[in-house]
């Protein structure tokens, strides 16, 4: 089939659709992710006739749009993908797992093409093979073996019904459109069997608009009345198209096949009427069951419209900050009713910072809704048996970091059913059930979000570890604690598989996914008991945005630390901290030696007054470590909106950011994940 552009006459003249493109494109992607889902949720031995429906409606979705819009390719498979689902939910086939492999890669070609109408380039979408796979299920004929257009098959479910059940053979129709006000109305119509050459073909009966403003169109099909009647009203409407039967004789022009004699009169026939016959049992039992047209409760907003908003909040918050730090300067008896004015704006300032950033809030089972399709497909082509099971899917996080943890995510749940899933005849072997499990699970912890990939595989091996790692000229001395040795994966290039295959190793690239979510302002920890299987915990700040942090005073300068990561504060006195090793410095806290940083040589800052240097000690955690640093004073918690110094300067070490005070200062934002690994080396 050509190709056709996005820039392609629409059918509906005198309207620009190009307006409406995002839209479509935004809605088609909602409707391939539900569909999606929900095949992957299909129970082939028992499919209910809610969840067929469903998977229907999200493909005529797609198709009646990509036919408005003139999208042939788009409208072609889709309308091939319909037919057969069309099918399933009329009960003329039963489902098998073939259809929902070949439905499933239907999708990935949808999205190929979408993607491509949307400008991001790439190759013409090649669907031949994928139709006619479409075509032989519907037609209930074999396959071809693995290896052709499919290549994973999952054990066949219930034999189909018939292929003759219900199937409409090839008839011929009239098609009466009118009345209309242009003839282009109707040309639309035959516009569409030229984009879609599976509808069949269409002739006119009449030489063209007659006086009353009715076409007749003979129609040569395979496709169902409803087929037809669902894509034609989506160019004219409902009540102006009709099919009836073929009569010989009746509406056709001079000298075209069937016409009658000269002088004959063909015989009378009524108007038809355009009200639709009354429904089946099965079509009015699901049009009770579906739930009456609802306003929409939603508003599509673009990202920079509400980045925009979260900047001026975020502007809005170091104002409120600047006039709280000079009224506390003022006497309080006399500025009593500004003060309480002050206090509600500080309360309201808050408000109105978590309302904003609840926007950009996304819940984590859009994350998770990613995960069951490539499991499948991955667990199909090691000959494994996988549960992928999800939790708190409606724990939300920010947008921006939902995007840049998708990947990470997708590496670690790879790396699981690769690696840490054994076969079934292993698992058997073992004494486990042949089916593993992997776990996605979300929560909050404080202001951070904790993600877990869990896995009952076979687990990290110590005693491998040590070794690897001492092959590789990596110091793995019997002392290491556990966690010290799970952290040996995130050596570069350190791996603890015997192959490496073309879908992951455990451990392949694990450095950059602990550098990507590094990145983040998160950490990650490991956890794994050997033939049980492990668990790699993933922590995050909620958003990057706004946080709340503690200010912290070094001689002149003013620092941020992340309250999420201070544990506690002390009061430093003599003898408390202690010298090992000629130069570094440890402290005892709580039966726990940990090591001390002193920010002002971290810094270089410089000393005019030497008096109460270094006269607290601040407790800081991440990446499972802690770290004590030595301050000069604690300044306050307040909330600061936290600006990209890499983008605006460069990477400062041991800095993550950097935010404006009230007193209009620059403070800069420590990265205390940064300084624990410094601490450590």
Same mark, same amino acid.
């Given at each position: 089939?050509?190709e056709?552009?996005?820039e392609?006459?629409a059918?509906?003249?005198?309207?620009?659709?190009?307006?409406?493109?995002?839209?479509f494109?935004?809605?088609a992607?909602?409707?391939?992710?539900?569909?999606? #889902?929900?095949?992957?949720?299909?129970? =082939?031995?028992s499919?209910?006739?809610?969840?067929?429906?469903?998977?229907?409606?999200?493909?005529?979705?797609?198709?009646?749009?990509?036919?408005?819009?003139?999208f042939?390719d788009?409208?072609?498979?889709t309308?091939?993908?319909?037919?057969?689902?069309d099918?399933?939910r009329?009960?003329?086939?039963?489902?098998s797992?073939?259809?929902?492999?070949?439905?499933?890669? +239907?999708?990935?070609?949808?999205?190929?093409?979408?993607?491509?109408?949307q400008?991001?380039?790439?190759?013409?979408?090649?669907?031949?093979?994928?139709?006619?796979?479409?075509?032989a299920?519907?037609?209930?004929?074999?396959?071809?073996?693995?290896?052709g257009?499919?290549?994973?098959?999952?054990?066949?479910?219930?034999?189909p019904?018939? %292929?003759?059940?219900?199937?409409?053979?090839?008839?011929?129709?009239?098609?009466?459109?009118?009345?209309?006000?242009?003839?282009?109305?109707?040309?639309?119509?035959?516009?569409?069997?030229?984009?879609?050459?599976?509808?069949?073909?269409i002739?006119?009966?009449?030489?063209?608009?007659?006086?009353?403003?009715?076409?007749r169109?003979?129609?040569?099909?395979t496709?169902s009345? /409803?087929?037809?009647?669902?894509?034609?009203?989506?160019?004219v409407?409902?009540?102006?198209?009709?099919?009836?039967?073929?009569?010989?004789?009746?509406?056709?022009?001079?000298?075209?096949?069937?016409?009658?004699?000269?002088?004959?009169?063909?015989?009378?026939?009524?108007?038809? /009427?355009?009200?639709?016959?009354?429904?089946?049992?099965?079509t009015?039992?699901?049009?009770?069951a579906?739930?009456?047209p609802l306003?929409?409760?939603?508003?599509?907003?673009?990202?920079?419209?509400?980045?925009?908003?979260?900047?001026?909040?975020g502007?809005?918050?170091?104002?409120?900050?600047?006039l709280?730090?000079?009224?506390?300067?003022?006497?309080p008896?006399?500025? #009593?009713?500004?003060?309480?004015g002050l206090?509600?704006?500080?309360?309201?300032?808050?408000?109105?910072?978590? /309302?904003?950033?609840?926007?950009?809030m996304?819940?984590?089972s859009?994350?998770?809704?990613?995960?069951?399709r490539?499991?499948?497909?991955?667990?199909?082509?090691?000959?494994?048996?996988?549960?992928?099971?999800?939790?708190?899917?409606?724990?939300?996080?920010d947008?921006?970091?939902?995007?840049k943890?998708?990947?990470?995510l997708?590496?670690?749940v790879?790396?699981?059913?690769?690696h840490?899933?054994?076969?079934?005849?292993?698992?058997?072997?073992?004494?486990k @059930?042949?089916?593993g499990t992997?776990?996605?699970?979300a929560?909050?912890?404080?202001s +951070?979000i904790?993600?877990?990939?869990?896995?009952?595989?076979?687990?990290?091996?110590?005693?491998?570890l040590?070794?690897?790692?001492r092959?590789?000229?990596?110091?793995?001395p019997? &002392?290491?604690?556990?966690?010290? !040795?799970?952290d040996?994966?995130?050596? @570069?290039?350190? &791996?603890?598989?015997?192959?490496?295959?073309d879908?992951?190793? #455990?451990?392949?690239?694990?450095?950059?996914?602990?550098?990507?979510?590094? /990145?983040?302002?998160?950490?990650?920890?490991?956890?794994?008991?050997?033939? %049980?299987?492990?668990?790699?915990?993933?922590?995050?700040?909620?958003?990057?945005?706004i946080?709340?942090?503690?200010?912290?005073?070094?001689?002149?300068?003013?620092y941020?630390?992340?309250?999420?990561?201070v =544990?506690?504060?002390?009061?430093?006195h003599?003898?408390? =901290?202690?010298?090992?090793?000629?130069?570094?410095?440890?402290?005892?806290?709580?039966?726990?030696?940990?090591?001390?940083l002193?920010?002002?040589?971290?810094?270089?800052?410089?000393?005019?007054?030497?008096?109460?240097?270094?006269?607290?000690?601040?407790?800081?955690?991440a990446?499972?470590?802690?770290?004590a640093?030595?301050?000069?004073?604690?300044?306050?918690?307040?909330? !600061?909106?936290?600006?990209n110094?890499?983008?605006n300067?460069?990477?400062?070490?041991?800095?993550?950011?950097?935010?404006?005070?009230?007193?209009?200062?620059?403070?800069?934002?420590?990265?205390?994940?940064?300084?624990?690994?410094?601490s450590?080396?």
């Amino acid at each position: 089939m050509g190709e056709t552009t996005s820039e392609d006459s629409a059918p509906t003249a005198g309207i620009d659709l190009s307006q409406f493109y995002q839209v479509f494109f935004e809605e088609a992607g909602e409707n391939l992710a539900q569909m999606e #889902r929900l095949l992957l949720e299909l129970d =082939i031995a028992s499919a209910g006739d809610e969840a067929l429906n469903a998977i229907f409606r999200c493909a005529h979705s797609i198709k009646g749009g990509a036919a408005t819009f003139g999208f042939a390719d788009v409208a072609e498979l889709t309308h091939q993908a319909e037919t057969l689902l069309d099918k399933l939910r009329r009960r003329e086939l039963a489902p098998s797992a073939e259809m929902v492999d070949v439905l499933l890669q +239907s999708g990935d070609a949808l999205r190929a093409q979408l993607a491509r109408r949307q400008g991001a380039g790439g190759a013409e979408v090649d669907t031949a093979a994928l139709l006619a796979d479409m075509r032989a299920l519907a037609a209930c004929s074999a396959l071809p073996p693995p290896g052709g257009a499919l290549t994973a098959r999952a054990a066949p479910a219930a034999a189909p019904m018939p %292929c003759d059940a219900g199937k409409p053979g090839l008839r011929q129709l009239e098609l009466l459109v009118g009345p209309l006000e242009r003839v282009a109305d109707a040309n639309s119509l035959v516009e569409l069997f030229t984009e879609i050459p599976e509808l069949g073909r269409i002739e006119p009966l009449d030489g063209g608009q007659s006086a009353d403003g009715m076409r007749r169109f003979k129609l040569t099909t395979t496709s169902s009345d /409803s087929d037809l009647l669902d894509l034609f009203t989506f160019h004219v409407s409902r009540d102006q198209v009709a099919l009836l039967p073929l009569l010989p004789g009746y509406g056709f022009f001079g000298d075209a096949p069937g016409a009658p004699a000269a002088g004959a009169n063909p015989p009378p026939r009524a108007r038809p /009427s355009f009200e639709r016959s009354a429904p089946s049992p099965r079509t009015a039992e699901a049009r009770a069951a579906s739930p009456a047209p609802l306003e929409s409760s939603t508003l599509r907003v673009s990202v920079e419209k509400v980045d925009q908003l979260i900047n001026l909040v975020g502007e809005l918050v170091i104002t409120q900050a600047m006039l709280a730090q000079h009224s506390a300067a003022l006497d309080p008896a006399l500025i #009593r009713h500004m003060a309480g004015g002050l206090a509600d704006l500080e309360r309201n300032t808050r408000d109105l910072q978590e /309302s904003v950033m609840s926007i950009r809030m996304i819940p984590m089972s859009l994350v998770f809704n990613r995960f069951p399709r490539m499991l499948r497909d991955l667990a199909a082509k090691f000959g494994k048996k996988v549960e992928f099971v999800t939790q708190g899917g409606a724990t939300e996080l920010d947008k921006g970091l939902v995007e840049k943890i998708t990947d990470p995510l997708t590496h670690l749940v790879r790396n699981a059913c690769d690696h840490g899933i054994e076969l079934p005849a292993e698992r058997l072997a073992l004494g486990k @059930p042949e089916q593993g499990t992997i776990t996605l699970a979300a929560s909050h912890q404080g202001s +951070s979000i904790v993600i877990e990939v869990r896995d009952d595989g076979r687990g990290l091996s110590r005693e491998k570890l040590l070794k690897k790692a001492r092959a590789k000229g990596i110091a793995a001395p019997e &002392s290491m604690s556990d966690a010290e !040795v799970w952290d040996l994966i995130f050596a @570069p290039g350190f &791996s603890t598989a015997d192959e490496v295959t073309d879908v992951s190793g #455990r451990g392949v690239g694990m450095d950059v996914v602990k550098r990507n979510i590094a /990145s983040l302002g998160g950490s990650v920890e490991i956890d794994s008991a050997e033939g %049980c299987g492990m668990r790699v915990s993933v922590r995050l700040p909620l958003t990057l945005a706004i946080m709340d942090g503690m200010s912290i005073g070094v001689g002149d300068e003013v620092y941020i630390l992340p309250l999420s990561s201070v =544990i506690e504060s002390l009061q430093v006195h003599p003898g408390l =901290i202690k010298t090992v090793g000629g130069s570094g410095r440890v402290v005892e806290v709580r039966n726990e030696y940990m090591p001390v940083l002193e920010l002002e040589r971290v810094f270089n800052v410089p000393r005019f007054d030497p008096k109460g240097a270094g006269a607290i000690m601040v407790v800081v955690e991440a990446d499972g470590g802690r770290v004590a640093l030595l301050v000069d004073e604690l300044l306050g918690q307040q909330q !600061v909106v936290v600006k990209n110094l890499e983008t605006n300067y460069r990477k400062v070490r041991d800095v993550s950011g950097a935010t404006i005070m009230g007193d209009g200062r620059v403070a800069l934002i420590l990265d205390v994940g940064s300084m624990v690994h410094r601490s450590r080396h």
